[in-house]
């Protein structure tokens, strides 16, 4: 299949460890891993990326043993590009549910594990110092992240966050780059755009950060409501405020309705750990016979297969007649039952390549609707 440009008619994204063709999907590979694939089975997919976290990272195992092992590349055998996540919406998620395990500051995010008497700083230019050291190929700037449904007060307070550690990062990024010297692609640094549900403060993030300066751009926040509904109006107004030559990715987008809604509005990459979630418990994606037209794309096109009922068990079909990733084409829905009502490692395996394989076709498929 032909690479269709991005919104901005730009192919690729040169990076360290190649060259990336949006649009893509990203799986999570939180801890230097997607649980139960390797590597290969990855590339078989068509994964070009996985994204990384620097805020567990440097928990466990620890920047000492990563640096020690030559990077996240050397250390988890994933020799495409990696793409890390700096940890904003990780202190988001842990430190504002409970106030007892750390504080956001201007200076950076503190934060101590339950399980740990250690406490950790991460500040703008620490979360880029790691990056670098890690190998990463595009780092994300530390970022203040809030809910939509927070108080005007606190949104405000986060896009002022947001833009004064993006600058910080900004500077680091380069002053740590131009001390190496290398004639290939170098590391990207993306910075990422809060400003919750309000337009005012969307446009306040976006232009400031634009103005500093960076290689690419996120939408920040949790990208649903209350209701678990995306937040499509927010999300194609940022988008329309970052011009259309720089990539953006939708940052937690990852249930294919919400990726194909996102895609229409012009992002170009997609990370979140829900497809291989839902394929370790059981909910494994298809493609429907008659496929909708574009604009349809998101209401219909694919249904769930739950692998656990029992109406599966002497199916001889594979999960999808559409799929041809390597689980469909060997084995029957039957089988996977069987192997995830034993609760055997391998479901998890061939399930999980299922459904990012799927992430894969449906992106092309919605990319070849749009270049029609
Ligand atoms: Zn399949």
Known sequence: MSVPPMRSGKRFIDVPSGRLEPPFFMPDATFGFVRSVEPDDLVRCGIQAVVMNVFHLMQ???????RALGGLH?????????VTDSGGFQAYSLIRRDLDLGSITSRGISYRPNSSSRRFLLTPEKSIQ??????SDILVCLDDCTHVSESMHSQRESVERTIEWAERCRTEFTKILQRRKSDGPK????????????????????????EIGFDGYAYGGYPLDDRGELLTDMLGYTRELVPDEYPMIALGVGSPSNVAKCLAIGYDMFDSSLPTRDARQGRLYAFDDNLPSADEWGKSGYHYVYI???????????????CDCPTCSRYKLAYLHHLFKRKDLLYSRLATIHNLRFMKLLIDRLQADVDE
């Open 60 to 66: 466990h195992p620890g920047s000492s043993v990563i």
């Open 308 to 322: 656990r009922d029992e109406k599966h068990i002497k199916n001889k079909e594979p999960i999808s007649p559409h």
């Open 74 to 82: 050397s250390f988890s055998g994933w020799g495409l590009p990696i």
């Open 187 to 210: 590391p990207l640094l993306y910075a990422v755009v809060q400003g919750g549900g309000s337009r005012q403060l969307r446009r306040l993030c976006a232009e400031s950060l634009i």
């Open 130 to 135: 790691l990056q670098l050291s890690y190998g």
